[in-house]
């Protein structure tokens, strides 16, 4: 029974993968290739031009983050604009199914974005005559899936609750103000500004162990943000 179960509940997940798909490449081939060049394109451009390799780091993750992070706003953007969302919830993909299928939708989109960050710092240390270490390309390929994903894991109960509009202006307005609040302590205050300095330099030393704590946020996070997302989607009128 469990088994029968458990294979229905797949069943439903991957029909919501395939959905979410199909929802992706109906924008046409041209809007996936600027999709997944630009990045590329634009770190090259950075390391041809003589920006440090760090920098070109951190553009490529940041570029990456930002892009692939508007593919989950798209997706519930081409629910509502095609008048498709009237399906969701419904027999064979019900709202549990349909939540855990765009989370694992994303996610897989998350490991491509970590993909081509390190496809990307790779040629443009090559550009650059300052060949990366396949360690440290693993490294920022994983700590753009971790960011990722975390930052899909805050935005999904937003995007369920109000219209992606919405949703992704509050977001971007509270990144706004929280990073904002940041720079505004590390200019008033020296020793906070040194204790982020330290933090980083940590991070920095104990890479694997940074990871392997952010990637246990991630997981607490997507636990708790499928929650609320269910509890928000639930009490909805289909």
């Given amino acids: 029974m469990n088994t029968t179960a458990n294979a229905d509940a797949m069943t439903a997940i991957l029909r919501q993968i395939s959905l979410d798909w199909n929802r992706t490449i109906s924008y046409g081939r041209s809007y996936i290739a600027i999709f997944f060049a630009y990045v590329p ?16 780091a951190g553009a490529a993750i940041g570029g990456a983050a930002s892009g692939f992070l508007m593919l989950n706003s798209t997706l519930f953007s081409y629910e509502q604009m095609n008048n498709h969302h009237w399906m969701n919830g419904i027999v064979p993909i019900n709202r549990n199914h349909q939540i855990l299928g765009r989370f694992a939708f994303l996610i897989a989109c998350d490991l491509v974005a970590g993909l081509e960050v390190a496809v ?16 440290d390309a693993i490294g920022f ?15 999904q109960p937003f995007l369920y609750r109000f219209s992606p509009y919405r949703a992704m202006a509050a ?7 929280i990073g904002g609040a940041v720079i505004g302590l590390c200019k008033a205050l020296p020793e906070f500004e040194k204790t982020v300095e330290q933090l980083a330099e940590a991070i920095s030393r104990h890479q694997a162990i940074a990871l392997a704590a952010f990637l246990i946020i991630d997981v607490l996070a997507l636990a708790f943000s499928r929650k609320i997302s269910l509890h928000i989607y639930g009490s909805k009128d289909i």
């Fill in 41 to 56: 394109g634009f770190t090259c451009l950075m390391a041809a031009t003589g920006s440090t390799l760090d920098s070109v």
């Fill in 171 to 177: 977001i971007f307005l509270s990144i706004g103000v």
């Fill in 120 to 135: 990307s710092i790779a040629c443009a240390g090559i550009i650059m005559h300052e060949p990366v270490k396949v360690t």
């Fill in 141 to 155: 390929a994983a700590m753009t899936v971790l960011i990722l994903v975390l930052l899909n894991a805050i935005v």
